[in-house]
């Protein structure tokens, strides 16, 4: 069964950082573009960053540029999310999810998406 699973969310006061994981079981990450996508109370889900499989490229949505840093290991077959100098407005359910194919360009459909995990900003 292919799964993704995140984990380290959780509270941080406006300023902080948080290290979000995903790493995948069932399947391997290497031939994939990865992303991460958040969704926020009453909001709809929407693209925060993806990284290439081939490349490394990356891209991430205007909010969050210059703050937040996509990376992968394919070896440990895991993707990351550093967030620094979160926001109030950070607070949302982060998911990585598998893209189809290798390149982030275009949105690609998602393939693989994780259970999600709480990121809540909050002085």
């Known amino acids: 069964q292919q799964q993704l699973v995140e984990s380290g969310g959780g509270l941080v006061q406006p300023g902080g950082s948080l290290r979000l994981s995903c790493t995948a079981s069932?399947?391997?990450?290497?031939?994939?573009?990865m992303g991460w996508f958040r969704q926020a109370p009453g909001k709809e889900r929407e693209a925060v960053s993806c990284?290439?499989?081939?490349?490394?490229?990356?891209n991430y949505a205007d909010s969050v540029k210059g703050r937040f840093t996509i990376s992968r290991d394919n070896a440990k077959n895991t993707v990351y999310l550093q967030m620094n100098s979160l926001k109030l407005e950070d607070t949302a359910i982060y998911y990585c999810a598998a893209m189809m194919g290798r390149y982030c360009s275009g949105t690609p459909p998602v393939i693989v998406w994780g259970q999600g995990t709480q990121v809540t900003v909050s002085s």
């Open positions: 990284i290439s499989s081939m490349t490394g490229s990356t």
């Open positions: 069932g399947f391997t990450l290497e031939p994939y573009a």
